[in-house]
């Protein structure tokens, strides 16, 4: 999968758009899940069953251009990952520190890819692409499509924040008369309860909701 | 309010229902036997609802709202008449069960009283499923439309469920013909008991309008011949509607007709014939629908966990919803109001599953595989 990626010239900071962009690598669902799955704390599951996920990356790819988009999944790709388990079952002690320190460093610590990894955070919680700070336009270059927008009706119902909290969207989902007598349900984090059962082995340490302590 | 024998239409396909009622011995065994036919149709009232929210959710958001109404309208109503259902099966005495094994069809299937000329899938909206909607709602006799007038469908008495079999013979040609024979043997009960004998059940067992809120029309409790006859006569006016009128007494539309609307694109007004709907056009946009796979079953996830799991998850609470709805109707009705989160729950859950692509395109559904499996019909 992403891993079978070939690496894009690094260091390059004047990206064309991505309609200039030559060239047969696009980024895949695969890598934006895998990459999502980390940063939000839902499940592949949840993340598909918003039905956006494709709307999310098309986004992306949008606005900064596929090579950026590349760009942070490879280096995604490239983070520690948590070592398969040996014949016996038995897990090799994973690093979920030493990973989050990686994460933050050459990821969310990049003056490119960080504020783009941002984005798809806000994307998935409130359904809204904010624009890119300043000092990205100033790196990479002003994007026509970089304003902050809600990307669709479904983005706001389906925003990953009312799962979290345990509530709807407000105009929404509508829970039913009466259901607002009882306590709100705020489900467990599915990255616990999914750990294990992922056959893609993406468990990695780094799911924690809210989200937190990565950023 | 008696049946209107006038408008109920069809001498002919009433006869075999009328001959069954005859040949039957003592009023015991009349009365086991409409107990019986009272559960089958909370069992058919129920087996249109899964069919009917598969192809719900799966138009895509935002799109096709005239579907998404008439679909949701007709969803709403047919969980009224289940009530309307479970009410009369309280009045006779009888113990309203919705758990027990068989009551939810496997998909694909014949509706569950039996009817053998065409299987109900769970299939995403589709003019092959628009069509087998029509045929569920064909109204007596059958259809303005020309492809459905030379169908004749046969409903035998005898579900193909776990509810025992004591009619084998007895056929019915619509869902219409089924109700007409549960109505003349409750009159003829009527006739031979009284009152007092054959509305021996508890008014307190009575689900009302204080512990269900509906759009679906008026719930009300069924404690004499004169409402048994009226809880009848709405189950019927608004499912599968007459083949004469459009439109009922209050103006509604029977779901045969709300289907037909998706049909031909267009909606019926007042006084519009059956096979003429003259109102404002309708939007159907059969694209705009996720390609949902048809009848999935869990087999279908085996090699995909978090699928597997949401939609083990699922079934386990739909389960519970009819466990929850049985308590209802046994004594409990004012714990209804705790089925109304929980149906909205669902919603969440079944949309989920919907707008998960499957590795081979499709994308995933509920299973609705309740309970064990049937080893056969």
Partial sequence: MMDEFSLPPTGAKSVPHPTATEGA??????????????????????????????????????????????????????????????????????????????????????????????????????????????????????RAEDVTHTVSPEAYVEGLLWPAVGAHPPGAKAPGYGSWAAPPEIPKCSCEEHQHADHEGHADGLHERPSGTVF | MKWDKQQAVDVDTNRAGVAMTETMGTSEEKLRYLRTQLHRAMQLEHATIPPYLMALYSLKPGSNLDAQNILRVIVVEEMLHLTLA??????????????????????????????????????????DTLETFLKIESPVPPAPDAALRGTRRVLYGALSSGLGSTTDEKRFATIGEFYRDIEATLNQLYEDMGPDRLFTGAVDRQVTSNYYYSGGGELFPVTDIASANRAIQLIVQQGEGYTESVHDAEGEIAHYYRFYQLKVGRYYQRNDPPDGPSGPPLDVDWEAVFPVGKNLSMDDYRHLPEVRHAAAAFNESYGSFLRLLTDAFNGRPQILSEAVPMMFRFRDKFLQLVHYPLPDGRHAAPTFEIGPRRCGP
């Fill in chain 1, 25 to 142: 690598l696009r980024p895949t669902m695969a890598e934006f899940l895998a990459f999502s799955t980390d940063v939000t704390a839902f499940s592949r599951f949840e993340l598909q069953g918003t039905g956006l996920a494709q709307v999310y990356l098309d986004k992306v790819v949008e606005v900064v251009g596929r090579d950026i988009v590349i760009r942070l999944f490879q280096a995604h790709a490239r983070l520690p990952r948590t070592p398969p388990s040996d014949p016996e079952g038995r897990k090799a002690p994973s690093d979920p520190e030493g990973r989050r320190a990686q994460f933050r460093r050459s990821i969310f610590g990049d003056e490119t890819l960080g504020p783009v990894a941002r984005n798809i955070i806000k994307l998935w919680y409130v359904g809204v692409w904010y624009q890119l700070p300043p000092t990205w336009a100033e790196v990479n270059g002003v």
């Fill in chain 2, 86 to 127: 479970a009410n009369l099966l309280n009045a006779v005495g009888g113990l309203p069960d919705l758990t027990v094994d068989g009551f939810v069809p496997r998909y694909p299937a014949p509706l569950p009283d039996g009817e053998t000329a065409f299987t109900v899938n769970l299939a995403p909206f589709s003019p």
